[in-house]
């Protein structure tokens, strides 16, 4: 008898023992979470509240890491960032001492309460389509709960490109809890919000943050980009081609209209400005509302290299007549051809008699005493009907509408490209 009770007295230290040698070898993490995500203690479902009528303020913050892209064609804005967003669990709180001094450890989204946190205006985008369930959340020993969301974020943004390329643009990023979640309130700190933004607003080719605004509702939050656009490499690629094609419209004027190289050379300015706006419609927003500054401009001088080529047929068509239709003058034997209406050679022409030289001049010209008289009026008539001949007149008259229409384009251009008619201060 006495043999079995010690037999069975040993058996049971053994047992001892061994599970005291078992707890010294479990990891104390495993046992934490093992008390804190009991099922019959802890559900994810369930409000991290005693009081299931308190409501869960989350601390929400805003970090910029990177502008990526604002696409026209796609009206789009596309941004690197970090979202943190902090909130108190009173069921994940112990005491730090009894678990081997372990103060926090991570874990999913999905093992704790999560807020029903959305992006109501994203596009096609992995960040945060699933809410926090998939992301990896920081449990402090005191029941605070920290998530850090990163990637890349693509909303809507509604691109006004009237004004391109001096353009500013106004994005907004709505972002809340849904509509059943009754219960949780987002806290957004005006002076520590927005983290990033002063350091990354230069950190792109052809845009540039000016400012970052946020509003707040209980369940609703609404955070506003203001850019501008950077126009240097539309000036340098569009705008001074554009230029110099305009100018040599323009200076087309000067090529004389007999030997047809004004129209050649009118066609080939017309033809350059297709192949320039083949090339940068590609760069051009599309957007039928609204024609761009850009757009304007080529059109503007386009209309100028269409008012060569149809001032150089008018006076081509024209000057082949005029050849046609010329007269000769009685000189003392010497008969000169006349063109247009006066005689070419001026130093051989009588006024003995009454003669009628051209349609236009309708009355003879009397011989009188004073020739040298005479022959002054002559000389200034002749100069007149030269410079105020129809065709003189509408070559005059295009070359002033050319003119005008390219110098307004410029001026136009400029207004725009100036930085006060960004009107930045108009989307606030």
Request: glycine share 4%; with cysteine; aromatic share 12%.
């Amino acid at each position: 008898m006495t043999s079995s009770v010690t037999v069975l007295t040993v058996a049971y230290l053994s047992f001892i023992y061994q599970c005291i040698s078992c707890l010294q070898n479990v990891n104390p993490e495993i046992v934490l979470r093992s008390a804190l995500f009991n099922e019959s203690t802890y559900n994810a479902q369930v409000i991290p509240r005693r009081n299931v009528t308190d409501t869960v303020q989350i601390s929400l913050k805003w970090n910029f890491l990177r502008l990526k892209d604002l696409s026209d064609k796609e009206a789009r804005l596309t941004q690197t960032i970090t979202v943190e967003l902090k909130w108190k669990d009173e069921f994940l709180v112990w005491d730090p001492s009894l678990y081997d001094g372990i103060s926090y450890f991570t874990a999913t989204g999905r093992e704790v309460w999560t807020p029903e946190f959305l992006i109501y205006n994203r596009l096609e985008s992995s960040f945060l389509s699933d809410g926090l369930q998939a992301e990896q959340v920081l449990v402090q020993n005191d029941g605070t709960i920290l998530a850090l969301p990163f990637g890349e974020l693509s909303t809507i943004c509604s691109a006004n490109t009237e004004l391109f390329p001096a353009d500013c643009q106004k994005c907004s990023i709505a972002l809340g809890s849904t509509g059943v979640s009754q219960q949780q309130m987002f806290v957004w700190d005006d002076n520590v919000a927005t983290i990033g933004y002063d350091k990354n607003k230069d950190d792109h080719a052809f845009w540039k943050i000016t400012n970052v605004e946020n509003t707040s509702f209980p369940s609703f939050l609404k955070l506003e980009i203001y850019l501008k656009r950077l126009p240097a490499h539309y000036i340098y690629n569009i705008v001074f081609p554009a230029s110099a094609l305009s100018i040599l419209a323009v200076l087309s004027f000067l090529i004389p209209i007999d030997e047809g190289e004004r129209l050649s050379f009118g066609i080939t300015i017309f033809l350059s400005f297709m192949v320039l706006m083949l090339q940068v419609s590609s760069v051009l927003p599309e957007n039928s509302k609204s024609i761009t500054a850009v757009g304007k401009y080529f059109l503007q001088i386009t209309c100028s290299s269409l008012i060569v080529i149809f001032s150089s047929v008018v006076l081509s068509y024209f000057e082949r007549k005029s050849n046609i239709d010329r007269c000769t003058c009685r000189l003392n034997s010497v008969h000169p051809k006349l063109h247009g209406g006066v005689c070419k050679n001026e130093h051989k022409i009588a006024f003995e008699e009454q003669q009628n030289c051209t349609d236009h001049i309708t009355t003879g010209i009397k011989e009188h005493s004073d020739k040298t008289m005479d022959r002054f009026k002559m000389w200034g008539y002749r100069k007149l009907m030269r410079y105020f001949r129809p065709i003189k007149l509408f070559s005059w008259v295009t070359l002033l509408s050319c003119l005008i229409v390219t110098i307004y384009g410029h001026i136009e251009l400029y207004m725009i490209m100036n930085d006060e008619t960004c009107r930045i201060s108009d989307l606030y």
